[in-house]
Structure formats: structure tokens, C-alpha cells
């Protein structure tokens, strides 16, 4: 079974590790089962990149344990 992600009517969200004042922007859409699905904020209709769920979680913990390495 394949899916199709629509990023005009994904919800994005952007990171909280973004900056504030507009400069470097990642965003991810929440809702999509099973899959994150990550863009840059500034070029909002250019490439998706859709990580498997378990494997975003680990990176996000190693971000936030300030550790090289995700599992």
C-alpha cells in the first residue's frame, strides 16, 4: 500500500529549536501515522524528507540529551 503526503494539507509545525527571528526554519507535519514528515519553513512548497516514527523519535532524543549518536 502506498500513500501520497499532501504538504498543502498537512498541518506543519515549526521547531522548537528554529530560531525565533526567521532564519534557520525545519517543520514537521503532525497526524500522519507512523511517519514525520520534515521540511525546511522557508521553502515551504520545495522537498519533504518523511522519516519512520521510531527513527525520529531517537533523533530527537539524542538532540535533546546533547549526544552524537542517535540509536
Do not use: H, I, Q
Not at 12 to 24: D, V
Amino acid at each position: 500500500m502506498s500513500r501520497r503526503l499532501e504538504p498543502d494539507v498537512a498541518t506543519w509545525r515549526k521547531s522548537s529549536y528554529s530560531g525565533g527571528e526567521g532564519g534557520n526554519c525545519v517543520e514537521v507535519a503532525d497526524g500522519v501515522p507512523g511517519v514525520v514528515p520534515v521540511r525546511d519553513g522557508k521553502v515551504a512548497d520545495g522537498p519533504v524528507l518523511v522519516f519512520g516514527a521510531s527513527a525520529w523519535s531517537s533523533f530527537v532524543a539524542a538532540v535533546r540529551g546533547g549526544t552524537s549518536e542517535a540509536a
